[in-house]
T-cell receptor, first 112, second 115 residues
Framework: QQQVKQSPQSLIVQKGGISIINCAYE??????FPWYQQFPGKGPALLIA?????SEKKEGRFTISFNKSAKQFSLHIMDSQPGDSATYFC???????????FGSGTKLNVKP | NAGVMQNPRHLVRRRGQEARLRCSPM?????VYWYRQLPEEGLKFMVY????????ESGMPKERFSAEFPKEGPSILRIQQVVRGDSAAYFC?????????????FGEGSWLTVV
C-alpha cells in the first residue's frame, strides 16, 4: 500500500511560471511533511518542511500548502527558474517512528 | 547533505559477487538510514541503525542483504551474491536523533551496477 501518492509524474513549466506538485497521504498519524529536491547524480536535499498545525509555510520562492482535512499537501514554486529543474519528492513521517514514506517523485523541467 | 559521506560513489559488480557500501554520518549524528532508489522511482526505506544496533530493518530483503553500524567506523550495507535486480542507487541518510521531529540528511549516494 502506497502511503504517499504524488502527482504529476512530470511537469514542464515556462520560466517565471508557477510549478505545483501535489501529494496525498493515508495515515492521519503522520505529523511531519518535508519536500526534498534531487538533481541528477546527487542525493536528495531537504527543501522545506511543514507540520500539520499550520496550513502554509513559505521560504523564498517555495511554499507548502497543507490541507489536513483532505490529507493533502502541495509544493508551489513561484517564479520558476531553469535552475529549479530537478526531481522533487514529498515525504511523510509519523512522530517517533523511523521511516520516512516518500512519494514517487515529480520530474520538473523549467523551460527558459 | 554534503556532510554525509558515502563510498564508493559508483560500483560495478558481476552477478554473484559481493557489494559493500559505506556511509559516514554527519558530524554529531548517531542515527543512520539506508534507502534504495531504482531508476526513475522513489526512495524505499531499507534499514535504520544506531551505533551497534539495528532498530528497524523492515525494508531489508530477507536474504543477501545486511547492514551494520559499529561502535567505530562507518555504517556498512552489504549485499551478497548480487543479481541484476540489485542495480540501483543506495542512499544513506543521518540524523541527530530518532526521527521524532528531526529531519534526515542524505549523502550523495552509491550507484551499484550489476553486470
Amino acid at each position: 500500500q502506497q502511503q504517499v501518492k504524488q502527482s504529476p509524474q512530470s511537469l514542464i513549466v515556462q520560466k517565471g511560471g508557477i510549478s505545483i506538485i501535489n501529494c496525498a497521504y493515508e495515515n492521519t498519524a503522520f505529523d511531519y511533511f518535508p519536500w526534498y529536491q534531487q538533481f541528477p547524480g546527487k542525493g536528495p536535499a531537504l527543501l522545506i518542511a511543514i507540520r500539520p498545525d499550520v496550513s502554509e509555510k513559505k521560504e523564498g520562492r517555495f511554499t507548502i500548502s497543507f490541507n489536513k482535512s483532505a490529507k493533502q499537501f502541495s509544493l508551489h514554486i513561484m517564479d520558476s527558474q531553469p535552475g529549479d529543474s530537478a526531481t522533487y519528492f514529498c515525504a511523510a513521517l509519523r512522530y517517533n517512528f523511523n521511516k520516512f514514506y516518500f512519494g514517487s517523485g515529480t520530474k520538473l523541467n523549467v523551460k527558459p | 547533505n554534503a556532510g554525509v559521506m558515502q563510498n564508493p560513489r559508483h560500483l560495478v559488480r558481476r552477478r554473484g559477487q559481493e557489494a559493500r557500501l559505506r556511509c559516514s554520518p554527519m558530524k554529531g549524528h548517531s542515527h543512520v538510514y539506508w534507502y534504495r532508489q531504482l531508476p526513475e522511482e522513489g526512495l524505499k526505506f531499507m534499514v535504520y541503525l544506531q551505533k551497534e544496533n539495528i532498530i528497524d530493518e523492515s525494508g531489508m530483503p530477507k536474504e543477501r542483504f545486511s547492514a551494520e553500524f559499529p561502535k567505530e567506523g562507518p555504517s556498512i550495507l552489504r549485499i551478497q551474491q548480487v543479481v541484476r535486480g540489485d542495480s540501483a542507487a543506495y542512499f544513506c541518510a543521518s540524523s541527530t536523533a530518532g526521527t521524532g521531529g528531526n529531519t534526515i540528511y542524505f549523502g550523495e549516494g552509491s550507484w551499484l551496477t550489476v553486470v
